[in-house]
């Protein structure tokens, strides 16, 4: 019975970034053994243990085949005979198919430290057009080590084309689709997830209403970068850049869909494209099963983010009916994350990166002084029910009034 610690662990050590998480495989053991030694089972489809004490992942060394469409169409095996050599050469990419021993010696039969030193992103083997999975799981990757120089190898992105046109991710399940795209967009680089989806077709496969709108164009007067596809990418570079939390990101990724509608002979304007876009946010926010905050979120922003735009231009009423749509006197984090989203809208152009947003602390103000009437008075008035709602909206409209007025002092 032998011990390695493989994958991520191995390959971060060895780009000198931190270790997270620690994977081990185990060779010449069966579980009958591992049971015996205190190792607490967790695998359901796969031999995989908890270590008694340090409550790390143990997996036995296994093979596996293919048994059928997507993700779960694996047969494993795994016994005491499985060497780590065939165990890692089932893995994605040979930088996360290097093991080390009990002694630091690095383990790598298929040329992960060479690929590390180049900076490239290879699969191990043909095996890996088999699992769908590895298209999304590729990409994220690409997102997360971008910023030390890396891409994806010229065949494993032929794989990936292969994988994208063969059907195969129609078999994804939502909940393992979403975990994949969910992570990579709080990468580094979300935009390169979303640029190797594309250039592998998967983008069109998978969120076929982004994929759109590539060659899309918008007005270079409010958009110098002119393409929609290309604004989408850079918005979520300042979402990376400005550390947004994953509801923004996603409210970003999905905010100009309604574009993707627009006529060719309407180019480059796109009248009311945030109406349109609500349908197609409805159902991508439904297939790829988007956590509640999330999907209500990327309604929001893709419904209001213009308004946002013009919100020094806004009157009271009207600013007063988008604090009120928003929840904010219950729900002021939401709001919160929509100013961020249009912040993040508007500096992902071209050249404008760096310009100053005074929309987000005039949103933020004008929440806050909505938010500080006080009901306490209206309550002591007696006033209650249908009046009691009628007289602190007024209450809350006179407050904007004079804040606007103060801005514009």
């Given amino acids: 019975m032998q011990i390695y610690k493989v994958g991520g662990a191995v390959r971060d050590r060895l780009l000198g970034r931190p270790v997270e998480e620690i994977d081990w495989v185990v060779v010449g053991a069966s579980a009958e053994q591992m049971l015996e030694l205190g190792y607490r089972p967790v695998g359901a489809d796969f031999p995989v243990f908890l270590h008694p004490d340090s409550g790390e992942e143990y997996a036995l060394a296994r093979t596996e085949r293919k048994s059928g469409r997507g993700y779960g169409g694996f047969v494993f095996h795994a016994s005491p005979e499985v060497t780590l050599e065939q165990d890692l050469i089932r893995r994605d990419l040979t930088v996360n198919a290097m093991a080390e021993d009990d002694q630091g010696r690095l383990i790598d039969p298929y ?109 270079a007067a409010h958009h110098p970068e002119i393409d929609t596809g290309v604004h989408v990418l850079s918005v ?12 923004v990101r996603w409210a970003c990724l999905l905010h100009d869909v309604g574009k993707g509608l627009t006529p060719e002979t309407e180019w480059p304007r796109h009248i009311a494209h945030e109406p349109k876009g609500l349908r197609l946010i409805q ?8 956590p509640r905050d999330c999907a209500e979120l990327a309604l929001l922003v893709g419904e209001f983010h213009t308004h946002g735009h013009r919100a020094l231009e806004l009157k009271p009423s009207t600013l007063l009916e988008l604090l009120q749509r928003f929840d904010v006197f219950r729900r002021p984090q939401r709001f919160a994350e929509f100013v961020a989203a249009c912040e993040m809208d508007a500096r992902g152009r ?27 008075p209206l309550l002591e008035k007696g006033l209650k029910g249908a009046e009691l709602g009628e007289a602190l909206a007024r209450e809350r409209l006179r407050a904007l009034k004079a804040y606007q007025d103060q801005q514009a002092q």
């Fill in 283 to 290: 159902a991508i926010n439904q297939r790829c099963k988007a």
């Fill in 350 to 376: 071209l050249g404008l990166e760096q310009r100053e947003y005074p929309q987000a602390a005039y949103l933020l103000g004008a929440a806050e002084t909505a938010r500080q009437v006080a009901v306490k």
């Fill in 236 to 247: 979520l570079r300042q979402c990376a850049e400005h550390e947004q939390p994953l509801t």
């Fill in 111 to 219: 040329g992960g430290q060479r690929d590390l030193q180049a900076r490239v992103l290879r699969h191990v083997s043909p095996a890996f057009a088999e699992d769908p999975l590895r298209v999304l799981r590729v990409a994220r990757f690409a997102a997360r080590y971008a910023p030390l120089g890396f891409s994806v190898a010229t065949e494993t992105l032929a794989l990936m084309c292969q994988l994208a046109e063969s059907g195969e991710l129609a078999h994804l399940t939502a909940e393992r689709s979403w975990k994949e795209i969910s992570r990579a967009l709080l990468e580094p680089r979300p935009d390169v997830f979303v640029q190797v989806l594309r250039d592998c077709g998967a983008l069109a496969a998978l969120l076929p209403e982004v994929d759109a709108l590539f060659g899309v164009p918008q007005p």
